[in-house]
């Protein structure tokens, strides 16, 4: 694959960007995550053609109607910041990004939770920043969190595994984009959607069923358009029990009846979460090889992200 291009706040990589003219460093982002994927760095502010440092801003209005003020001077940023905005995101289109992680509560790159001011300085509402509310809107599929979210372990997680799936599909796109490159890329993340929502892998399967019968490039939208809502529903115990029962399936009458009463019993430990993902899909991962199973070593389930990520290791 090429380079996993990702967007994200300047001040979490430790430019110090932000209006106080400090940083927000994020070690995991910059030192860990950072040496899988290629940072695309945006400081609003600072490219719209703030100075730094520079007055604190604030968002005043109703959800529908609101203007970036600064915070003491009362100075409207608000048709700066949105010019600039669509021309940033018409130059972010030509980068594929795969993803985008967003300063939390900032007034302009916030996903939810930048605070919303009445005319008379109380704040009263949350949501978008300026620019991170123009930016889920231009690209609605496309995985973005904020950092404070990333520290929670699940959500980490499926983000992490949602930009590798967006970026295997670029690759895919790129390479072939082919019905029958279709079907391969299907069967190969099977198991990986089920973890996900089996009801959306029910619909994806008719989507690939009937694609004879339709548009290719309607279809290759159609698809990315569910796989990514598939892929942004948590991948809980409870479904990940289900994927690895099936997964032991395939090889269940190759393996001794001691090895088999092992792997179910670490699957059980796993669904009382005594242990982390890991260990169950670490053994899976063995028995493939082992038995050199052709149908799980394709299953990205298996493999979804750089295990240095370590991401299936919290129980």
């Given at each position: 694959m090429k380079?996993?291009?990702v967007g994200i706040s300047s001040c979490l990589l430790g430019e110090s960007v932000r209006y106080d003219g400090s940083h927000q460093l994020n070690r995991f982002l910059k030192?860990?995550?950072?040496?899988?994927?290629?940072?695309?760095?945006?400081?609003?502010?600072?490219?719209?053609?703030?100075?730094?440092?520079?007055?604190?801003?604030?968002?005043?209005?109703?959800?529908e109607n609101y203007r970036l003020l600064t915070q003491k001077t009362k100075i409207d940023h608000t048709e700066r910041m949105m010019t600039w905005s669509h021309s940033k995101l018409d130059l972010l289109e030509t980068e594929e990004l795969c993803g985008f992680v967003f300063k939390k509560r900032s007034p302009?790159?916030?996903?939810?939770?930048?605070?919303?001011?009445?005319?008379?300085?109380?704040?009263?509402?949350?949501?978008?920043?300026?620019f991170g509310g123009e930016f889920i809107r231009r690209f609605p599929l496309i995985p973005v969190e904020d950092d404070g979210r990333l520290n929670d372990d699940g959500i980490r997680e499926n983000f992490i595994e949602r930009l590798f799936a967006v970026a295997r599909w670029?690759?895919?796109?790129?390479?072939?984009?082919?019905?029958?490159?279709?079907i391969h890329f299907h069967m190969t993340h099977k198991l990986l959607l089920m973890a996900h929502s089996p009801s959306h892998l029910r619909k994806l399967g008719k989507l690939v069923g009937n694609a004879i019968k339709q548009d290719t490039a309607m279809l290759l939208n159609d698809y990315f358009a569910v796989m990514m809502e598939a892929m942004g529903l948590k991948a809980?115990?409870?479904?990940?029990?289900?994927?690895?029962?099936?997964?032991m399936g395939y090889f269940k009458k190759k393996i001794s009846a001691d090895a088999k009463n092992e792997l179910l019993?670490?699957?059980?430990?796993?669904?009382?979460?005594?242990?982390?993902?890991?260990?169950?899909?670490?053994?899976?991962?063995?028995?493939?090889?082992?038995?050199?199973e052709a149908y799980l070593q394709d299953q990205v389930y298996l493999n979804p992200h750089p295990v240095e990520l370590k991401l299936r290791n919290h129980a």
């Open positions: 380079p996993i291009k030192d860990i995550l950072g040496r899988y994927v290629e940072w695309v760095p945006v400081c609003p502010e600072v490219e719209c053609g703030l100075p730094t440092p520079r007055e604190a801003m604030r968002l005043v209005g109703t959800p302009s790159s916030a996903l939810r939770d930048a605070k919303l001011y009445s005319e008379k300085g109380i704040p009263y509402s949350k949501g978008p920043g300026m670029k690759a895919f796109l790129a390479s072939d984009g082919s019905l029958q490159g279709l809980t115990v409870k479904k990940n029990v289900n994927v690895l029962h099936h997964a019993e670490v699957i059980e430990d796993y669904h009382r979460e005594l242990v982390p993902l890991i260990v169950p899909v670490t053994l899976i991962n063995h028995y493939t090889r082992l038995y050199n």
